[in-house]
Structure formats: structure tokens, C-alpha cells
């Protein structure tokens, strides 16, 4: 999948998630935020200006949340990002509002409605992690210009071919048919177990 096929899923398939901010003497703080709507870069959402919330993100700039679809741990599919935000105001609350109508439920009235203000995260970073699929599949993805990088584990020139880290991974994601062997990172758990149990040091985390 695109960078916009993700944060597609995040708005409509999803649209409830855990948004985590830092307050003022940098301990985490967390609320229940919908994502209202995407385009191929970013993510829009609104808040009411009198909220702790409002002022964590004004201070900070910045937030990181989780959303997660499925009836249990193991048909679930969860995405994470984190990223940059900013306000832009209060001019693109009734297009929000026409797109997710239970918000008249919560804000009746036009003189109501004037207590929000919406943010985009318009540059950031994130992750796949689907746990339904066998096995399972995780993917990186970045938007509004950052840059990509590779992350987990990774096996060195130094592998032997013992086979170590094959015994003990727990999605089979360990390729044999080469030395170095390699690691599947569209399936790797990032459990370290491979890093572990290698007698040579060959397994590196990135």
C-alpha cells in the first residue's frame, strides 16, 4: 500500500484513535481523538480550544497516536503514527462537520461549533502492523517529506549459516537460501530473539 492508502484507512476503516501529547513537565498525557478526514499527505482532526489538549498540542507541536481495528489481538490491524502538527483555524470545521455528521450531536449549534479549531499532522511518520494476517505483516511509511528509514534487525557478513536465529524466530521470516541469511522485515515481530541467540554477532539492530 501508498502512504495515502494508510492514512485512508486510519479516517474511514478506523477513525477512533489514542493520541498521546507531553505536558509541561514532559510525562505523557493521552485522550480519544477522531480522525475527521486525510488527503494523500496528512491527517485533520479538531479539538475545543478551552482543552489541555489544545494547549499540549500549541506547546509542543508534535503527537503520536495509535489506532487499532478488530474483534480480538489476533484479527487486529493497528497503525501508528507520529508527526508534526499545526493549527489552521476554524475554516474547515463545516466540511468536517458534513463529513462526520455525529458532530452535531456534540455541537448543535453554529455558536457552539465556534469553540474548535482543527490541526493537521502534516508531517510524520508511521507503521503497519497487521496481526490477522499469517504471518504477520508490518510495514514502514513516511509523509509531507521525511525521509524513510530502515528499521529492526538485520544480519551481517559475519553470519556463518548455523541456523541459530532460524530456530528461534517465531514467524519463519529467516531466509536460508543465501549466507548472509536474511531477515523478512515485512514479517519480523522485532522481538530480538535472532540478536540473541546468534553465536557470532551477525544480527545487528538498526
Given at each position: 500500500?501508498?502512504?495515502?492508502?494508510?492514512?485512508?484507512?486510519?479516517?474511514?476503516?478506523?477513525?477512533?484513535?489514542?493520541?498521546?501529547?507531553?505536558?509541561?513537565?514532559?510525562?505523557?498525557?493521552?485522550?480519544?481523538?477522531?480522525?475527521?478526514?486525510?488527503?494523500?499527505?496528512?491527517?485533520?482532526?479538531?479539538?475545543?480550544?478551552?482543552?489541555?489538549?489544545?494547549?499540549?498540542?500549541?506547546?509542543?507541536?508534535?503527537?503520536?497516536?495509535?489506532?487499532?481495528?478488530?474483534?480480538?489481538?489476533m484479527s487486529s490491524v493497528a497503525v501508528s503514527i507520529r508527526g508534526k502538527v499545526r493549527e489552521l483555524g476554524y475554516d474547515r470545521i463545516p466540511k468536517l462537520f458534513e463529513k462526520n455528521p455525529y458532530m452535531h450531536q456534540i455541537y448543535?449549534?453554529?455558536?457552539?461549533?465556534?469553540?474548535?479549531?482543527?490541526?493537521?499532522?502534516?508531517?510524520?511518520?508511521?507503521?503497519?502492523?497487521?496481526?490477522?494476517?499469517?504471518?504477520?505483516?508490518?510495514?514502514?511509511?513516511?509523509?509531507?517529506?521525511?525521509?524513510?528509514?530502515?528499521?529492526?534487525?538485520?544480519?551481517?557478513?559475519?553470519?556463518?549459516?548455523?541456523?541459530?536465529?532460524?530456530?528461534?524466530?517465531?514467524?519463519?521470516?529467516?531466509?536460508?537460501?543465501?549466507?548472509?541469511?536474511?531477515?523478512?522485515?515485512?514479517?519480523?515481530?522485532?522481538?530480538?530473539?535472532?540478536?540473541?541467540?546468534?553465536?557470532?554477532?551477525?544480527?545487528?539492530?538498526?
Amino acid at each position: 500500500m501508498e502512504t495515502k492508502d494508510y492514512l485512508n484507512y486510519v479516517v474511514h476503516e478506523i477513525h477512533r484513535t489514542i493520541v498521546a501529547t507531553v505536558d509541561d513537565e514532559g510525562l505523557p498525557v493521552t485522550a480519544a481523538i477522531d480522525m475527521m478526514d486525510r488527503d494523500d499527505n496528512s491527517l485533520y482532526f479538531l479539538t475545543a480550544k478551552g482543552k489541555g489538549f489544545y494547549d499540549r498540542l500549541i506547546k509542543r507541536g508534535f503527537l503520536a497516536f495509535t489506532a487499532m481495528k478488530g474483534e480480538d489481538t489476533m484479527s487486529s490491524v493497528a497503525v501508528s503514527i507520529r508527526g508534526k502538527v499545526r493549527e489552521l483555524g476554524y475554516d474547515r470545521i463545516p466540511k468536517l462537520f458534513e463529513k462526520n455528521p455525529y458532530m452535531h450531536q456534540i455541537y448543535p449549534t453554529e455558536e457552539s461549533m465556534k469553540a474548535l479549531t482543527v490541526f493537521q499532522i502534516f508531517e510524520g511518520s508511521g507503521e503497519w502492523f497487521d496481526l490477522s494476517r499469517k504471518p504477520i505483516e508490518r510495514a514502514s511509511f513516511t509523509f509531507g517529506g521525511v525521509e524513510r528509514k530502515t528499521k529492526g534487525y538485520f544480519i551481517t557478513d559475519r553470519c556463518i549459516g548455523c541456523g541459530s536465529c532460524v530456530a528461534v524466530c517465531p514467524q519463519d521470516c529467516i531466509r536460508q537460501d543465501r549466507i548472509p541469511f536474511l531477515i523478512g522485515r515485512e514479517h519480523c515481530l522485532h522481538c530480538g530473539n535472532c540478536m540473541t541467540a546468534c553465536p557470532v554477532g551477525a544480527v545487528e539492530k538498526q
